[in-house]
């Protein structure tokens, strides 16, 4: 027995000298045993488990956007593993549409990234469907929010789950090339107009060769105008649409059809050209402007490569429809195998000063007020108008709704279908609205 006892505290003995002595060739270990040596090599045996290198790791990240944002993120990325060399990033990116086309297989086969970009259309559905970590277990311990305020962190909930955390926020408005606008006899769209301030003044577009903007995206601004008359666009249980009259659906979408009828707007066979930012119509100098988020702003403008503006929404009630909406999430898959790690770069990226240097509010107003500070004073005139009007807008704005129910990204579907229809002159808007509610209350009955 004694000789037994004494083989083991030998073995035991080479194995530990052993490890020391190692040159960690796969992860770097050299430099850290030169550190040790510097230091008199106290801690070769002592603190062994401590001055062990980081185990490698890769994380799979995905987003969506154009090509400034898939540039930056790029460089964020190689910011990150220059602090953290034991991590690997694969990155996945596409535009909007494909980059949810290629996730939803990837969420059948349980495959999803590691880290992935989440829309609050889609919050929903992929937390509802057990397909995302909450990470409320993560939050002051992987990722810090001293200087994040609870509102900001709450925008990414569902029920008591954290289902994504907020990495921006944002709001909609009219951003548009003043040069083109001039075109129409004026400067700038007055400070309250009204809609029908913006019908009368989108209708002397073609008279002037020019397209007025782009159309909306039906679930944004319709919702925003849904909100102006103290309506919404689902119920509080997201089991069915939230307005009762349809008229209120005639109301916003019958004369954004004339617009189209008119060639004020393009038809959506023109906007089906548009397959990046390259391609917008804005950036050609073919139309004057486009409703979309802030967060937008910069990268249209470094395209377009000339000064544009911002304008406030149409009123009345702008103050209702308006509200502070989580630009997009950062979640992490339910089927990660390196959760605290990809918890450590959410972390980074909404913490990191000099990484946001880099983001420059690209996907939102910062939500850390710290960063804010720092960030602010190093923006360009297009990015500080930006964070000035989130600063504005927050101030005169109303709570954000619910996280969009499940079903909500058919619901953006048939939304675009029936827009295409009333555009194309098959559909009136009186039929439109009563198929989009028969249909619409048929995917949302599916909550229940």
Same mark, same amino acid.
């Given at each position: 027995m004694k000789k037994w006892a004494t083989l083991l505290l030998a073995l035991t003995l080479v194995f530990t000298l052993a490890a020391c002595g190692s040159s960690g060739g796969n992860g770097g270990g050299a430099g850290d045993e030169t550190q040790g040596a510097a230091n008199g090599g106290a801690n070769a045996g002592g603190n062994a488990e401590k001055d062990k290198e980081p185990e490698p790791v890769t994380l799979r990240i995905a987003w969506w956007g154009s090509q400034p944002r898939h540039d930056y993120t790029l460089k964020v990325i190689e910011m990150y593993r220059q602090k953290y060399p034991n991590v690997k990033?694969?990155?996945?990116?596409?535009?909007?549409?494909?980059?949810?086309?290629?996730?939803?297989?990837?969420?059948?086969?349980?495959?999803?990234?590691?880290?992935?970009?989440?829309?609050?259309?889609?919050?929903?559905?992929?937390?509802?469907?057990?397909?995302?970590?909450?990470?409320?277990?993560?939050?002051?311990?992987?990722?810090?929010?001293?200087?994040?305020?609870?509102? @900001?962190? #709450? &925008?990414?909930?569902?029920?008591?789950? *954290? %289902?994504?955390?907020?990495?921006?926020?944002?709001? !909609?408005? /009219?951003?548009?090339?003043?040069?083109?606008?001039?075109?129409?006899?004026?400067?700038?769209?007055?400070?309250?107009?009204?809609?029908?301030?913006?019908? @009368?003044? #989108? &209708?002397?577009?073609?008279?002037?060769? *020019? %397209?007025?903007?782009?159309?909306?995206?039906?679930? !944004?601004? /319709?919702?925003?105008?849904?909100?102006t008359k103290g309506q919404n666009l689902y119920n509080a249980e997201g089991t069915a649409l939230g307005y009762e009259d349809d008229q209120l659906f005639v109301d916003f979408f019958a004369?954004?059809?004339?617009?189209?009828?008119?060639?004020?707007?393009?038809?959506?066979?023109?906007?089906?050209?548009?397959?990046?930012?390259?391609?917008?119509?804005?950036?050609?100098?073919?139309?004057?402007?486009?409703?979309?988020?802030?967060?937008?702003?910069?990268?249209?403008?470094?395209?377009?490569?000339?000064?544009?503006?911002?304008?406030?929404?149409?009123?009345?009630?702008?103050?209702?429809?308006?509200?502070l909406k989580p630009s997009m999430y950062f979640s992490i898959s339910k089927n990660s195998k390196v959760k605290e790690e990809a918890a450590k770069f959410i972390d980074f990226w909404v913490n990191d000063i000099e990484a946001n240097k880099l983001i420059k509010g690209d996907r939102g107003v910062p939500v850390s007020a710290k960063v804010i500070e720092a960030v602010k004073p190093t923006l360009d005139p297009a990015q500080v108008q930006v964070f000035d009007y989130v600063a504005w807008a927050q101030e005169n704005s109303s709570p954000m709704d619910p996280p969009d129910p499940v079903g909500a990204a058919e619901i953006i579907a048939l939304f675009k279908t029936v827009t295409e229809e009333m555009d194309f002159q098959k559909l009136s808007p009186e039929d439109a609205a009563k198929r989009f509610r028969s249909e619409a209350n048929a995917i949302l009955a599916k909550n229940k």
């Open positions: 990033i694969e990155a996945e990116y596409a535009n909007f549409d494909d980059y949810w086309k290629k996730l939803a297989p990837q969420a059948a086969a349980n495959e999803l990234p590691d880290i992935v970009q989440m829309d609050i259309s889609y919050l929903s559905q992929y937390g509802g469907k057990g397909q995302l970590e909450d990470l409320t277990p993560y939050i002051g311990n992987q990722i810090q929010v001293a200087d994040i305020s609870e509102n @900001a962190i #709450a &925008g990414g909930k569902l029920g008591d789950a *954290l %289902y994504g955390f907020n990495i921006g926020v944002n709001a !909609v408005n /009219f951003q548009y090339d003043p040069e083109l606008l001039k075109k129409l006899g004026i400067d700038k769209p007055d400070d309250n107009w009204t809609w029908d301030d913006y019908y @009368a003044l #989108a &209708g002397k577009a073609k008279e002037a060769g *020019l %397209y007025f903007d782009g159309g909306f995206r039906p679930e !944004v601004f /319709f919702g925003y105008y849904l909100r004369p954004l059809a004339r617009l189209v009828k008119d060639g004020d707007t393009p038809t959506p066979d023109v906007k089906a050209q548009v397959k990046g930012l390259e391609d917008d119509l804005v950036v050609k100098g073919q139309q004057i402007g486009i409703w979309q988020w802030t967060n937008q702003f910069v990268g249209i403008q470094q395209v377009a490569n000339r000064p544009l503006e911002m304008a406030h929404m149409p009123g009345p009630n702008r103050e209702k429809g308006l509200y």
